[in-house]
């Protein structure tokens, strides 16, 4: 048996990042198609802003966030519905969320180790409490999806005719766009905030050069995604690599492999 | 009695200060097959558009089945078929059966998942248009005259009481054109589908509508069960058209 199961921080980074994994892989395919890829970055860097701030006033940094990558997330459907175009509003809210982000660190003395932590994860210091939080809103959310399941994949494949059909798409898109947001914060712990794109975005795109349906593309994608946890993981452990970056790199390695096959 | 199901009643609407439609007032009735015609830019799918409730008229007043307020319920009474409708990502990961599949979405709750009966009414619909071989293949990888036979069924699959197309043969052989109008006729026949068909090949469907409607700026409707006379046509295109469109190979 391998001896890095026995470690209770091993097992709690397995159990939290395929859980995230497997949320990612689901709500990206969704983003990638509706290309906004770089939704998720957007959102990370507002979340910043959110954490800076919960760390000077001293709330839990999980929850301010939250609250900063949600009120992100509403602001740019906001401004979309401004005629502001789409990747303007993600780049205008992301640079708010990391301008502020770095004032309110200035304010408390510089950068520390719980700020690097949250910029590049901290996966295998991942706590109870954590796997907790991790859990129920991870759970919460793939309930979402599953009953906006219908919704969604209709608005992703053809706004205009859902449109017609009667379904609220401003509503749905608000809600995959917050979606997006609470996910986005979930992932941090695991990634960090400059790779939480890759989750979202790398395993859909692996999966979709499979040329199947729907709901085969999700769940290759949800597979990619875990696998790539779980290899990341463990080559993280052994080689003593930084484990965020390991699993990122396992994800392109399988990118290109997929590709490649592919184009033979 | 024909029951009305689409009711104009002065219907004016501007793009800014440019006069699109103006006091426009018609209604179809149960059954009826409306042709829409007129040139570029007359206003053929704006009126589509104000049916939808896509647009507000800057007055007067649409009814849909009798009610003025356009809600979710009516527009299920719908299937619309637009003239972008081919313009998707030809990459999306989507079946034929599962874009059919969508005609069933805005019948379902949110809890509800499809049923036995959703499927049986999704291949019926892939079966009317001759496409059920054709329902596990990626929706991208058809052709244009196939793909705009998925999303005629999709629209079918809805069970639509009126069924709208602008311009859906835009991009088809004349092969397939011929299929798709006899289509439309067994629908309007058979299954007593209201049908609004916007097109510019009057020749072609002619032979199928039991109206004509010209569009610029005006709207006038003529009854064309007994064929079409050339007034009708110049109402449209003005004075200086003199020939109903057909095609020379």
């Given at each position: 048996m391998l001896e890095l199961f026995q470690f209770v921080f091993m097992q709690r980074a397995f159990i939290a990042g395929i859980l995230i994994a497997v949320l990612c892989s689901t709500i990206g395919l969704f983003i990638v198609l509706k290309r906004?890829?770089?939704?998720?970055?957007?959102?990370?860097?507002?979340?910043?802003?959110?954490?800076?701030?919960?760390?000077?006033?001293?709330?839990?940094?999980?929850?301010?966030?939250?609250?900063f990558s949600i009120l992100g997330a509403?602001?740019?459907?906001?401004?979309?519905?401004?005629?502001?175009?789409?990747?303007?509003?993600?780049?205008?809210?992301?640079?708010?969320?990391?301008?502020?982000?770095?004032?309110?660190?200035?304010?408390?003395?510089?950068?520390?180790?719980?700020?690097?932590?949250?910029?590049?994860?901290?996966?295998?210091?991942?706590?109870?409490?954590?796997?907790?939080?991790?859990?129920?809103?991870?759970?919460?959310?793939?309930?979402?999806?599953?009953?906006?399941?219908?919704?969604?994949?209709?608005?992703?494949?053809?706004?205009a005719s859902a449109k017609a059909a009667g379904i609220k798409v401003g509503r749905v898109n608000t809600l995959l766009i917050v979606l997006t947001a609470i996910i986005v914060v979930l992932s941090m712990r695991i990634v960090g905030i400059l790779l939480v794109s890759s989750l979202l975005v790398i395993p859909a795109s692996t999966a979709l050069m499979f040329k199947r349906s729907f709901k085969q593309t999700l769940i290759l994608s949800t597979i990619i995604s875990a696998l790539a946890v779980i290899i990341g993981l463990i080559a993280a452990y052994y080689l003593n690599l930084a484990a965020g970056g390991a699993i990122v790199m396992i994800l392109i390695g399988i990118f290109l492999g997929v590709f490649f096959l592919s184009k033979h | 009695m024909n029951t009305k199901v689409i009711e104009f009643n002065k219907v004016s609407f501007s793009y800014g200060k440019q006069l699109t439609l103006s006091s426009v007032s018609f209604s179809v009735c149960k059954k009826d097959f409306f042709g829409i015609i007129g040139p570029n830019g007359g206003g053929k799918t704006t009126l589509v558009k104000l049916i939808l409730g896509f647009l507000t008229p800057d007055s007067g007043q649409i009814k849909l089945f009798g009610k003025e307020e356009i809600t979710s319920e009516n527009l299920q009474?719908?299937?619309?078929?637009?003239?972008?409708?081919?313009?998707?990502?030809?990459?999306?990961?989507?079946?034929?059966?599962?874009?059919?599949?969508?005609?069933?979405?805005?019948?379902?709750?949110?809890?509800?998942?499809?049923?036995?009966?959703?499927n049986k009414i999704i291949e019926q619909a892939l079966t009317d248009v001759g496409m059920l071989n054709y329902k596990n293949r990626r929706i991208g990888d058809l052709s244009g005259g196939q793909q705009q036979r998925v999303f005629i069924a999709r629209a079918l699959a809805s069970e639509p009481?009126?069924?709208?197309?602008?311009?859906?043969?835009t991009g088809v052989d004349i092969e397939s054109q011929h299929q798709f109008y006899e289509l439309l006729k067994t629908l309007n026949k058979d299954k007593e589908l209201t049908i609004i068909l916007i097109s510019h090949d009057v020749g072609m469907v002619s032979k199928l509508i039991t109206n004509l409607v010209c569009v610029n700026i005006h709207v006038t409707v003529h009854d064309v069960s007994k064929g079409i006379s050339h007034s009708d046509l110049t109402c449209a295109y003005g004075n200086g058209f003199d020939a109903v469109p057909h095609h020379h190979d």
């Open positions: 906004m890829a770089l939704l998720g970055d957007g959102l990370a860097h507002i979340s910043f802003g959110g954490i800076a701030a919960g760390m000077l006033f001293g709330i839990n940094t999980l929850i301010s966030a939250l609250i509403v602001g740019i459907q906001k401004l979309k519905k401004m005629k502001i175009y789409s990747d303007s509003a993600i780049a205008i809210f992301f640079s708010f969320g990391l301008a502020l982000g770095v004032i309110l660190v200035s304010l408390s003395r510089g950068f520390n180790s719980d700020l690097m932590s949250y910029l590049f994860g901290s996966i295998l210091s991942v706590n109870i409490s954590d796997i907790i939080i991790i859990l129920i809103a991870g759970f919460a959310v793939l309930l979402t999806l599953f009953l906006f399941y219908k919704e969604l994949f209709y608005i992703t494949f053809d706004e | 009474k719908i299937g619309y078929v637009s003239q972008k409708v081919t313009n998707f990502d030809y990459n999306f990961p989507a079946t034929v059966f599962e874009v059919v599949s969508m005609g069933r979405f805005p019948r379902k709750r949110i809890l509800q998942q499809l049923s036995n009966e959703d009481e009126v069924l709208i197309l602008d311009e859906p043969l």
